[in-house]
């Protein structure tokens, strides 16, 4: 057969991929491969072969060519053969011998000498070296030996930034601290026209920083604009409004507490990509803060219709029953939702504090302690284990989680207030007055109804250590914050009280009398 019929033949086989027509792909590419025995149709036929998900096939052709060793394509896609065959120690085998160290790096390889042939290489390609350390670190996260698989996803994403699965990967499964995550952001070598990008990838990091620091991260791809032609100025007003940077967004609204203002715009993201996954998760999140049951119900129904095999869909239906307070069907579908995906920390989360609502502390330790292993880079379930320690008063315990969260996630304000209280309850209140404060000063945004707990913790304890009028100001501030709580009333009351100012006291224990017995309220917080 002539060289142009050949060719023809070639584009045949491309075309049925491009089309998913994977039967007629593997039908020609066989053809062809048999006429010329070169490499890349033999490559091209094994490549048809695995769309078509004959993976054990792809393999043994794969395997059987004298040069699956010496090139890295090869090699690479019979390793893939063996990823869709759940063969993981033959997996790392074919991705033959490295090392990796703590920061990435790659070492000691036995490829230097191995070739990398592609006649159709685009203008820009993954590097392919990035590709195979992704997959050792797939193969290691399979054999649940998490360390190795932490170590060869950064070196993933260190030798390509473009690699983003392998930046998903670490963010999603929280196998990095805040600090670690900033770290591996700054390190990264992006290409001169990749701005957008390194931006694009500090906003997908944990955003528990003030709110001027993440919103300039945000601004930061409109001003990439300013360094770019004008075609990169439409691509980049484009980016502006892209679903997976307002989710982002939404992310950054949900862990600073402005639940209503990440429910409203995940819920006109999902109008826009009903499927957006990650949106999906930070609404259902929202939602349940928000006590939204109705949208919960819906969010599920959809869900668990469409991706009856994805633990997302679980998640969902656990939620609503959280939501609505039947605790035992929320832990039996969180319960689902890990068994389908061991790696999907919400379920891990909230199977915990379903418990932790009926105050079965054995149980949501347990499942936190889970959580606490499984994603070393997230804070959540050792605060959690500190709050359910708090609750059976061992204080000291509690503490020390709270010192192991914080050192996890440094600048997240909810640690802060947790240790205040604990220290709060030993009687310690200057340390009590330092955590408050600090806690206060850490919140993102401007102060909202969700902390106005925090400052009235911050009153009692200025109120112990005798400083009235502090004490006074706060619980003003508090009651700026929401003039619902009792609390504030009362220790408002009792602050006058103190000083001997009775008559104002008298206006304020009038505040709080109808809605419980002034005595008794004082016997049980002072």
């Known amino acids: 057969m002539r060289e142009e019929e050949i060719e023809k033949l070639r584009g045949v086989v491309r075309d049925c991929v491009s089309k998913h027509l994977y039967s007629s792909a593997i039908f020609f590419a066989d053809k062809v491969a048999a006429f010329t025995a070169d490499p890349a149709d033999i490559y091209m036929q094994a490549q048809a072969l695995f769309l078509g998900r004959h993976y054990r096939r792809a393999f043994h052709l794969l395997n059987a060519s004298k040069i699956v060793l010496s090139d890295l394509r090869f090699r690479y896609l019979a390793a893939k053969c063996l990823e869709e065959l759940k063969e993981w120690d033959q997996c790392l085998s074919m991705l033959g011998e490295a090392k990796v160290d703590d920061e990435g790096n790659v070492s000691d390889t036995k490829d230097s000498n191995v070739m990398y042939l592609d006649k159709?290489?685009?203008?820009r390609e993954i590097n392919i070296s990035s590709a195979i350390c992704?997959?050792?670190?797939?193969?290691?996260?399979?054999?649940?030996?998490?360390?190795?698989?932490?170590?060869?996803?950064?070196?993933?994403?260190?030798?390509?930034?473009?690699?983003?699965?392998?930046?998903?990967?670490?963010?999603?499964?929280?196998?990095?601290?805040?600090?670690?995550?900033?770290?591996?952001?700054?390190?990264l070598q992006f290409g001169s026209e990749d701005g957008w990008l390194s931006s694009f990838y500090s906003c997908l990091i944990k955003k528990y920083d003030k709110e001027n620091v993440v919103e300039a991260k945000f601004r930061e791809l409109e001003n990439e604009s300013c360094k770019s032609d004008q075609s990169d100025t439409s691509f980049l007003r484009t980016l502006k409004s892209n679903t997976d940077l307002l989710a982002c967004k939404a992310e950054y609204y949900h862990q600073?507490?402005?639940?209503?203002?990440?429910?409203?715009?995940?819920?006109?993201?999902?109008?826009?990509?009903?499927?957006?996954?990650?949106?999906?998760?930070?609404?259902l999140a929202a939602a349940v803060e928000l006590g939204h049951s109705n949208e919960l119900y819906l969010m599920a129904c959809n869900l668990v219709k469409d991706y009856p095999q994805m633990a997302?869909?679980?998640?969902?239906?656990?939620?609503?029953?959280?939501?609505?307070?039947?605790?035992?069907?929320?832990?039996?579908?969180?319960?689902?939702?890990?068994?389908?995906?061991?790696?999907?920390?919400?379920?891990?989360?909230?199977?915990?504090n379903a418990y932790a609502a009926q105050e079965e502390g054995d149980q949501a330790m347990s499942a936190y302690r889970t959580a606490a292993r499984l994603f070393p880079g997230c804070h959540l379930p050792t605060l959690y284990i500190g709050m359910e320690c708090m609750r059976t008063h061992s204080y000291k315990l509690a503490e020390q989680f709270f010192i192991q969260a914080k050192s996890t996630c440094p600048s997240d304000p909810l640690v802060y207030n947790e240790l205040g209280v604990v220290a709060y309850h030993m009687k310690e209140y200057k340390k009590a007055v330092w955590w408050f404060e600090k806690t206060l000063a850490l919140i993102p945004t401007a102060l909202s109804e969700m902390w106005e707990s925090t400052v009235v913790n911050l009153a009692h304890a200025y109120r112990k250590l005798k400083m009235y009028q502090e004490a006074i100001s706060y619980y003003e501030?508090?009651?700026?914050?929401s003039t619902r709580s009792v609390s504030t009333y009362a220790g408002l009351a009792y602050t006058y009280h103190l000083q001997d100012d009775f008559t104002t006291a008298i206006t304020y224990y009038h505040k709080v009398s109808n809605s419980v017995p002034i005595l008794v309220w004082i016997h049980d917080n002072y």
Request: contains cysteine.
């Open 477 to 481: 501030k508090a009651l700026a914050l």
């Open 120 to 123: 159709d290489c685009e203008d």
């Open 134 to 187: 992704f997959l050792r670190g797939k193969a290691y996260e399979a054999l649940e030996n998490r360390a190795q698989a932490r170590l060869w996803y950064k070196a993933a994403i260190k030798a390509d930034p473009l690699c983003y699965e392998a930046l998903e990967c670490l963010i999603e499964n929280h196998m990095l601290t805040c600090q670690e995550e900033a770290n591996l952001i700054s390190s």
């Open 312 to 352: 997302l869909s679980w998640f969902a239906v656990g939620c609503y029953y959280y939501c609505i307070k039947k605790y035992d069907q929320s832990r039996r579908y969180f319960s689902k939702a890990t068994s389908l995906d061991g790696t999907f920390p919400p379920a891990w989360i909230g199977y915990g």
């Open 256 to 283: 600073c507490g402005e639940y209503q203002k990440c429910f409203d715009l995940t819920y006109v993201l999902l109008e826009k990509d009903l499927f957006h996954l990650k949106c999906t998760l930070v609404h």
